[in-house]
């Protein structure tokens, strides 16, 4: 279903390209469900009780969505980014991930700062099919691993009474990637899936969304020049680049201080959300044609 314009562009597929690492093979975390475990199994504790600086510019917006009464449905929440804010506004919160380690955490997390209103289910989104609705189904950075996209759109959409609401962090990247590739002429890993994807594949679904645009920064602290270097230039795919060159203009971007380096990066994250449409009956050639 089309509001008007016809896009000659397949968002999905578009998406699911993105997904690929740069040799055009999907990496085995996405596919494989016990690799992803065993990544959320070891990442978990080290991020325990340490919610990422930039996430509160974003929570904050979301909390203005919410409303007391609410029963909220979050999809995908890691290590709780705004789990925790959601469940103190909402009279309850349901979380649904597809990981044990992220539910058995949150699970432990939620009990311990007293907000017993929360339940979890673990599931993946975009196969799982709710029995109720949620006067709010929201979900943010949390489909890197969703090649249904457009099945977990249409299922947030139908889940939600009043909002759905998706969040995704954005462009612009690093400056010295850019500047590498500008000066140097290198090949570099950017990204390549970004809200502008999901918004045009909701358009296509027949939902037009509003979209809220935020300015952030996340400071990238390193405890060693080696440690800097080798988490910024691994995007570099030239095999025989001139280091010394890239390293140069990385240094440009990155203060030292009592041995540490500092990289600030200025980036943004999209809000998309929307009312919920009542328009499933309608949208089953589209997905087929999409799939």
Not at 21 to 26: A, I, P, V
Not at 165 to 178: A, D, F, M
Not at 214 to 219: A, D, F, G, Q, Y
Not at 263 to 275: C, T, V
């Amino acid at each position: 279903m089309y509001h008007g314009v016809r896009f000659d562009m397949n968002f999905k597929q578009l998406w699911n390209e993105g997904m690929k690492d740069w040799s055009g093979n999907l990496p085995e975390r996405m596919i494989d469900d016990d690799k992803e475990e065993a990544f959320w199994q070891t990442y978990i504790p080290q991020k325990s009780n340490a919610l990422d600086d930039y996430a509160s510019s974003i929570r904050a917006e979301l909390l203005r969505f919410l409303e007391p009464g609410d029963h909220v449905l979050e999809i995908g929440p890691g290590w709780g980014n705004y789990t925790f804010a959601a469940a103190e506004k909402a009279s309850m919160l349901t979380c649904v991930d597809s990981s044990s380690s992220v539910l058995d955490y949150l699970q432990e997390e939620t009990r311990r700062r007293g907000l017993h209103h929360t339940q979890f289910i673990r599931a993946k989104w975009e196969e799982y099919k709710p029995q109720d609705q949620y006067d709010v189904v929201f979900g943010i950075n949390c489909y890197y691993r969703m090649q249904d996209i457009d099945r977990a759109l249409l299922n947030m959409n139908n889940a939600a009474k009043r909002l759905a609401i998706v969040g995704l962090t954005s462009g612009p990247e690093k400056p010295h990637l850019l500047e590498i590739h500008r000066k140097l002429g290198y090949k570099v890993k950017f990204q390549r899936r970004d809200y502008i994807y999901l918004t045009n594949m909701l358009y296509e679904l027949g939902i037009d969304v509003n979209c809220k645009i935020m300015e952030l920064e996340r400071v990238y602290r390193y405890d060693s020049e080696e440690q800097l270097i080798k988490s910024n230039l691994a995007a570099v795919l030239d095999a025989g680049y001139d280091r010394k060159a890239a390293e140069a203009i990385l240094h440009q971007f990155v203060k030292e201080k009592d041995g540490s380096y500092f990289y600030p990066h200025r980036f943004k994250a999209a809000l998309l959300y929307w009312q919920p449409e009542r328009i499933e009956g309608l949208l089953r050639n589209t997905l087929s044609r999409k799939a």
